[in-house]
T-cell receptor, first 111, second 113 residues
Framework: GENVEQHPSTLSVQEGDSAVIKCTYS??????FPWYKQELGKRPQLIID???NVGEKKDQRIAVTLNKTAKHFSLHITETQPEDSAVYFC??????????WGAGTKLIIKP | NAGVTQTPKFQVLKTGQSMTLQCAQD?????MSWYRQDPGMGLRLIHY???????DQGEVPNGYNVSRSTTEDFPLRLLSAAPSQTSVYFC????????????FGQGTRLTVV
């Protein structure tokens, strides 16, 4: 079955700098890769997703890149702000159309 | 629309007790899922349903039962609570297998003592 690994587990960056979180997946048939943001004590919410027919997708300060050959995808946040502090989860959709999740990355934005 | 409503928000159980976590959605979504969230382990799928009357096991189904008698409701039952089931539980729903944004409930923090 699908397995998703996410790195790093904690990422601390200076406000205004960029942050990159990486995920790898095991099932080459997976074709949908979302990223969710979970603020402290709240529910996860979708921030961006990518399908396997594209290599990159952008939405303002966030972008996701996908390398299907290497089976990895990454979240890029530019010009980080205090409100970007949260836990970020990547996921991959498996053959049963269920989402298999990475372990999460705690992003800390230092003032 | 209320979205996905999950109750209760907090619960403390004694070992061996049973209880049901409630989940309801008003978006007419076909797909519903239950996850548990433990520190450093992300979201692990317990059970899921692709429509009324259809349920299936996820990664960690042992100790939990589900049913889906209506499109709206997807309760999760803990049969005999164990300390290992201490976790935060999330219910989520999606419109279908292709429209895959998942909408989450507010979560239930369960402690088993």
């Amino acid at each position: 079955g699908e397995n998703v690994e996410q790195h790093p587990s904690t990422l601390s960056v200076q406000e205004g700098d960029s942050a990159v979180i990486k995920c790898t997946y095991s099932d080459s048939a997976s074709n949908y890769f979302p990223w969710y943001k979970q603020e402290l004590g709240k529910r996860p919410q979708l921030i961006i997703d990518i399908r396997s027919n594209v290599g990159e997708k952008k939405d303002q300060r966030i972008a996701v890149t996908l390398n299907k050959t290497a089976k990895h995808f990454s979240l890029h946040i530019t010009e980080t702000q205090p409100e970007d502090s949260a836990v970020y989860f990547c996921a991959a959709r498996d053959s049963n159309y269920q989402l298999i999740w990475g372990a999460g990355t705690k992003l800390i934005i230092k003032p | 629309n209320a979205g996905v409503t999950q109750t209760p928000k907090f619960q403390v159980l004694k070992t061996g007790q049973s209880m049901t976590l409630q989940c309801a959605q008003d978006m007419n979504h076909e797909y519903m899922s239950w996850y548990r969230q433990d520190p450093g382990m992300g979201l692990r799928l317990i059970h899921y349903s692709v429509g009324a009357g259809i349920t299936d096991q996820g990664e960690v189904p042992n100790g939990y039962n589900v049913s889906r008698s209506t499109t709206e409701d997807f309760p999760l039952r803990l049969l005999s609570a164990a300390p290992s089931q201490t976790s935060v539980y999330f219910c989520a729903s999606r419109q279908g297998r292709e429209n895959t944004e998942a909408f989450f409930g507010q979560g239930t923090r369960l402690t088993v003592v």
